[in-house]
């Protein structure tokens, strides 16, 4: 058996998420439905990460093992052919059998975008979250560097299927920023891991800041060790992309 790691882009606003869901269109099952068409058996597809229903990737990595010997380059012409138009495979490689793509990975590096302007355009919509209204905007990117390091993110995590097994939620930030103009922000952030909703859940407790509900004692209060309260509200799917998966 051959293991194939592609690199997908994808335009998540049809979709209910990464993850497979019986009856609901999804970016694995599709993939899935596709490569196994071309095995001529059931193929199952690893993701690096299961991104939420509306959100985007420009390089969410995924692997999957086939017999087929096809070529790398005319398996991503093959599968491309069948995909959605919303979904392409822009790379496909041969890699070694053990490789998983979310075990493997060090970092990943997400990116929110949000548009301030009064008018958004009907092209850009499904891309930003349109938000125009005031808001401090140096604030919000004083405080965005807080979030870096290693910490317990639990009051930023959305409720998980897998909080019964009692996991740890301390994730380790390597970078967390908030880019301004005129008209637009950009928070990015890279970290070693993401839980459920935690970057929408960061963006949204930013924008509280930025409208004057919740300062730097407020933000590391959310990050202290026990602490029972709860990130600010979530913010709206379409305007998180994830932007790339490092491994060693």
Known sequence: MRRIRIAVAYDGTDFHGWQVQPGLPTIQGAIEAI???????PVSVAGSGRTDAGVHALA????FSIGNPIPPPNLKKAINRLLPAPIRIVS????????????????KTYEYRIFRGEVCSPFERRYVHHYPYRLDAER????????EGEQDFSAFAAADES????????????????ETGPDRLVYRVRGSGFL??????????????????LGEEGLLGLLAPGSWKKAGPSAPACGLFLMGVEYE
């Open 92 to 107: 496909v490689e041969e890699t070694h059998a053990g490789f998983h793509p979310r075990y493997d990975a060090v970092a």
């Open 140 to 147: 919000m990117r004083a405080l965005a560097p807080l979030l």
């Open 60 to 63: 969410q990595v995924a692997a």
């Open 35 to 41: 490569v196994g068409e071309i095995e001529g058996k």
């Open 163 to 178: 909080d019964k097994e009692g996991r740890s939620k301390v994730r380790k930030v390597f970078s967390s920023q908030l």
């Open 196 to 213: 459920k909703h935690m970057v929408r859940n960061i963006v949204g407790t930013l924008i509280e800041a930025g409208k004057g509900n």
